[in-house]
C-alpha cells in the first residue's frame, strides 16, 4: 500500500468550483477566521490519510471541512465528494448512502461495500464524511474497509468524538476566539477584528446593512459574543434576532437562550436551527451515565480539575472510580473542553452547554443537592489554603484559588441565598478564610462584599464574627477606608477581650496599629505593632508575627531608627525563608528595601524590591506591584534617571486604577512619592515629563513588570529620538510573537503566560492576519527584524552605532 504525501503545491486554493467536487455546500456566507484550523488541517492531510475535525455541536466543523475541500481539490484528479450523514439514522444504509454521493447505481445484488471499493481502488481522491458522531462505529468500520481497498484516497471526517481508526489524525475545533478578557480596553476597530465579534458583525449586517461596532454598541456585542461561548451557529442564530432587537435587548435576553435562538435557515438540518435542538443532539449521544455526569458537572462555574468532579459528582448512581472514564468520555463528546494549566489538567464546559446541564440538574430535583456538595467542596478548599498559607505550597495554593475563583463565587452566593441562618454562618467563615486570596487576586472589592454580606447575616458576637471583623477591616485599609476599618477592629478587640481570644486581639491590635500609620501616626503605630509583635509570638501565630515585623521595618524607617528597622526586617526574612514562604518575604524584602535606598545603598535597594516584584507579579497581586513600582521609581530619580522615573510614575497610574486603589492610602509613603515626582518633573520639564509618563502608561501589566525589572519591553521609544515605523501589533500579540521566535508551541505560550491555550491561538491567527503571513516562521523573521530595528535606534540614542 502506498503512502504518497501531498505536495503542498498541489494544496493551493482552486480559484474555481472544480467539476470534480461532489455535493459540497455551496458558501452562500461569509468564511471567517480560522487560519490556524485550516493550516493544520491542511498540514495533518499530508501525513494522514484520515483526518477527524472534533467539536462541539455548532463550531463549524461542516464549515471548515467543505473549505479545506475546496483549498485542496486539485490535489485529487479524481474528485472530491461530500456526505452529509445528520439524518441517516440506520446504520446499515450507511454504505448505499455513500454510494448514491459517489454516483454508483445498484449492478446485479452485488454488496454496496464491494462496489465502493471497487470504484475507489485506484482513484485518488478525497471523501468527507460529515456528522459521523452517532453512527461513529459503521463510519470506522467503512472507513478502514475504504482506505485498506483504496491506497491513494483520503478521508476527513467530522464528528463530535474520535472514530478510533487506526492511523487517525484528530484536530479539536475550537470556539471562535474572543476578545482578551481582563486586558487593557481595545479600540472599536480592533474589537471588530476579533474573529467572534467578525462572525457577529457580517452576520449582523445581513439583516441591517448599516450595522456597525460603535463605542455606544461595543461592550454590548462583546458580552454577547463571550455569553456565546463563540460558537459560531449561536452566534449566528443571535444576530438574526436583529431584525426585531437591539443589540442591548438581545444581551438582555440571553439567559433564556434556548428559546429565543430559534429560526435559523431552513436549507440546515432541524437540529441546526435551533440551540436546543443542536445541544441534545450531543445529549442523545451520550450513555445514560455520561448524561448524568454532564447534568452534574454543571454546578461547576469557570471549570473544574478531575479531583473536584471526584469530590461533588461522585454518589447516588456514579462510583467515584468511574468519575475518571465519565470525565473522559465527556471530553471525546466535546462536552467538556480539556485545558492545560500550571496546576495540572482542568474542564471547562461552555456556558451553552453548562446552562443546557443545569437545566437537566433541575429536572430531576438534584440542583440544591448538587449545589450543597459543590459548596462544602470549595469551604473545604479554603480551609485548605488557609492552613497552607505560610509553606512552600504557599503559591501553588494561591494560584489554584484563582483558577478556581468563579467557583467560590459559587459556593459563597449559595451559602447567603438559602437564607438559612447556617449557611450565612459558612459563608461567612468561608469568605474570612480566603481574606489572602482576596488581596492577591485583585478581588477586594469582593472580598469586602462577602464579608460585609456576612456580617449582616451573622450578629452572634464570638469569635467567628471577631476573625470576620479584622479581615474586613484589613480588606478596608486596602481601599482606604480607615473611618470604616476602626470601628470593625474596635469590635473585634471587644469580643476578644470578653471571649479570651489572644488571636483575635493579636489580629485587631496588628491592624489597628496599620491604621494609625496610614493615618501618619506612626509613634503610635510602632506601640501597636510591638504589642502585636508579642501577641503573635505568645500564640505562635507566624503569619501574624512576620506581618508585624515587616510594618515594624515600615515604622521605624520612617522614625530614622535604620537599626530596629533593619532587624525586624531581616528577621521577617529569616522567619519567611525558614518555611519556605514567598509572598510575605516579597513585602518585607520591599519594606527593607525602601530602608537599604535611605541608607544609600541604591544598587542593593533596588535589587531586593525587584526580588519582590517578581513574587507579586507571578501572584497577580497588584497593590504589592503598585507599592515595588513606585519605590523603583524612586530610586531611579534619586539616581538621575528621570526619563524612567517617569514611565514607571506613568505605568501606576494604570496600575492603580485598575485596582481601585491609589498610593495615597498608604499616607506614610506620600512624602517619598511627592519628593521624587517633584525632582523628576524639575529635571525634565513638564512636556517631557508628560510625554514619558504617557509613555509608561501605555504600557500592559507585563510590560511595566519587565521594564521595571529591566528585562526587554517591546513598543517602548525614548522622548525624541528617530524610530522605526510602530508596529501593528497590540501589546500582548507582540508579546507572544516574541515567543513564537523563540520557537515555542502554542501550548507552551499558554502556559508561559497563564492563558488559555485557543487564546494564545487566537492571538497568533490575528498576527498572521495583521502582518499578512502564513507561517510561524515569517513571524519569527519579522521579530528578528524588528529587534534590529528598535536595537539600531537605541545605539543612536546612545550616541553610538549600531555595531557598539
Known amino acids: 500500500m502506498r503512502h504518497e504525501k501531498i505536495g503542498m503545491g498541489a494544496m493551493a486554493v482552486s480559484t474555481t468550483r472544480s467539476r470534480r467536487t461532489h455535493g459540497l455546500p455551496a458558501e452562500v456566507t461569509s468564511f471567517v477566521g480560522r487560519r490556524r484550523e485550516l493550516a493544520e488541517t491542511r498540514s495533518l492531510l499530508s501525513k494522514s490519510r484520515l483526518v477527524t475535525l472534533t467539536g462541539v455541536g455548532g463550531v463549524g466543523k461542516t464549515r471548515l471541512a467543505c473549505r479545506i475541500a475546496a483549498e485542496v481539490g486539485r490535489a485529487f484528479p479524481d474528485g472530491v465528494w461530500f456526505a452529509d450523514l445528520s439524518c441517516l439514522g440506520d446504520p446499515e444504509l450507511l454504505p448505499l448512502a455513500v454510494e448514491d454521493v459517489l454516483g454508483l447505481h445498484e449492478e446485479g445484488g452485488r454488496p454496496c461495500l464491494d462496489r465502493l471499493t471497487e470504484h475507489l481502488s485506484g482513484k485518488k481522491a478525497l471523501l468527507i464524511l460529515d456528522n459521523c458522531e452517532h453512527l461513529a462505529h459503521d463510519c470506522a468500520v467503512l472507513i478502514e474497509e475504504l482506505l485498506a481497498c483504496a491506497p491513494e484516497l483520503r478521508v476527513i471526517a467530522t464528528s463530535r468524538r474520535p472514530l478510533h481508526v487506526g492511523g487517525e489524525r484528530t484536530l479539536a475545533v475550537l470556539p471562535l476566539p474572543l476578545p482578551e478578557e481582563g486586558g487593557r480596553p481595545m479600540s472599536v476597530d480592533s474589537l471588530a477584528q476579533v474573529d ?61 437562550r434556548f428559546r429565543l435562538l430559534v429560526s435559523g435557515s431552513r436549507a440546515v438540518p432541524p437540529r441546526h436551527q435551533t440551540l436546543r435542538a443542536l445541544v441534545e443532539w450531543s445529549y442523545d449521544l451520550c450513555t445514560e451515565p455520561e448524561q448524568l455526569m454532564w447534568a452534574r458537572v454543571s454546578v461547576f462555574c469557570g471549570g473544574l480539575d478531575l479531583e473536584a468532579a471526584e469530590a461533588v459528582c461522585s454518589g447516588d448512581g456514579i462510583a467515584r472510580e ?38 437537566r440538574l433541575a429536572e430531576a430535583g438534584a440542583e440544591d443537592a448538587l449545589r450543597r ?46 437564607g438559612g441562618h447556617e449557611e450565612a454562618r459558612e459563608g461567612l467563615e468561608m469568605a474570612a478564610d480566603l481574606v489572602f486570596h482576596w488581596k492577591t487576586s485583585r478581588q477586594v472589592r469582593e472580598g469586602r462584599h462577602w464579608l460585609d454580606r456576612g456580617l449582616l447575616a451573622v450578629a452572634e458576637q464570638d ?11 484589613w480588606l478596608a485599609l486596602m481601599q482606604g477606608g480607615d473611618a470604616v476599618a476602626v470601628p470593625m477592629l474596635e469590635e473585634s478587640r471587644r469580643i476578644g ?29 510602632i506601640k501597636m505593632f510591638q504589642e502585636a509583635l508579642a501577641s503573635h509570638r505568645a500564640v505562635h501565630d507566624e503569619v501574624g508575627e512576620v506581618v508585624a515585623l515587616t510594618r515594624l521595618c515600615l515604622a521605624y524607617s520612617l522614625e530614622g531608627d535604620s537599626a530596629r528597622a533593619v532587624s525586624c ?22 519594606a527593607l528595601g525602601i530602608e537599604v535606598w535611605r541608607q544609600g545603598d541604591g544598587a542593593r535597594a533596588s535589587a531586593m524590591v525587584k526580588q519582590g516584584l517578581r513574587v507579586n507579579g507571578s501572584l497577580d497581586d497588584w497593590i504589592g506591584v503598585g507599592i515595588c513600582l513606585e519605590v523603583l521609581a524612586w530610586l531611579a530619580s534619586g539616581e538621575g534617571d528621570h526619563e524612567r522615573a517617569a514611565r514607571l510614575f506613568g505605568a501606576l497610574d494604570g496600575i492603580w486604577q485598575g485596582v481601585g486603589h491609589q498610593l495615597s492610602v498608604f499616607g506614610y509613603l506620600m512624602r517619598y512619592h511627592d519628593e521624587s515626582m517633584t525632582r523628576t518633573r524639575d529635571a525634565l520639564g513638564e512636556p517631557a515629563y508628560r510625554a ?37 501589533l497590540t501589546r500582548r500579540e507582540t508579546e507572544i510573537s516574541q515567543l513564537v521566535a523563540e520557537g515555542l508551541s502554542n501550548k507552551e505560550i499558554a502556559a508561559r503566560l497563564v492563558i488559555a491555550q485557543r487564546t494564545a491561538e487566537g492571538h497568533i491567527e490575528h498576527i498572521l492576519g495583521k502582518l499578512g503571513f502564513h507561517s510561524r516562521a515569517q513571524i519569527a523573521v519579522w521579530v528578528a527584524e524588528q529587534r534590529r530595528a528598535w536595537d539600531g535606534a537605541a545605539s543612536r540614542r546612545r550616541g553610538a552605532s549600531p555595531e557598539s
Open 196 to 256: 467572534s465579534v467578525r462572525l457577529f458583525v457580517d452576520r449582523a449586517e445581513a439583516v441591517l446593512p448599516e450595522f456597525a461596532v460603535t463605542d455606544a454598541n461595543r461592550d454590548a456585542v462583546e458580552q454577547i459574543c463571550r455569553r456565546l461561548d463563540g460558537i459560531p451557529l449561536a452566534i449566528e442564530l443571535a444576530a438574526v434576532r436583529l431584525r426585531a432587537l437591539s443589540v442591548r435587548q438581545l444581551l438582555d435576553r440571553l439567559d433564556d
Open 322 to 359: 468511574d468519575v475518571v472514564d465519565l470525565v473522559s468520555g465527556l471530553v471525546e463528546n466535546s462536552v467538556l473542553l480539556r485545558e492545560e494549566a500550571p496546576s495540572g489538567v482542568r474542564y471547562r464546559l461552555l456556558e451553552t452547554i453548562r446552562q443546557y446541564g443545569r437545566d
Open 373 to 418: 456538595r459543590h459548596s462544602a467542596y470549595y469551604r473545604e478548599l479554603a480551609g485548605r489554603a488557609l492552613a497552607h498559607l505560610f509553606t512552600a505550597d504557599q503559591v501553588e495554593w494561591l494560584a489554584w484559588l484563582r483558577l478556581d475563583h468563579a467557583n467560590l463565587r459559587g459556593a459563597l452566593a449559595y451559602c447567603f441565598e438559602q
Open 463 to 473: 469569635e467567628l464574627r471577631a476573625r470576620a471583623l479584622w479581615a474586613n477591616a
Open 497 to 525: 477581650e470578653r471571649l479570651g481570644l489572644d488571636r483575635v486581639l493579636a489580629y485587631a491590635t496588628l491592624f489597628s496599629g496599620m491604621a494609625s500609620l496610614y493615618q501618619g501616626h506612626t509613634g503610635p503605630a
Open 569 to 590: 526586617g531581616q528577621e521577617a526574612l529569616e522567619i519567611c525563608e525558614a518555611r519556605g514562604e514567598l509572598w510575605h518575604k516579597a513585602y518585607a524584602l520591599t
Open 692 to 728: 514619558s509618563a504617557a509613555q509608561g502608561a501605555r504600557l500592559s501589566l507585563d510590560e511595566a513588570l519587565a521594564y521595571a525589572m529591566e528585562e526587554p519591553a517591546p513598543g517602548l521609544e525614548s522622548v525624541g529620538a528617530p524610530e522605526p515605523a510602530p508596529s501593528p
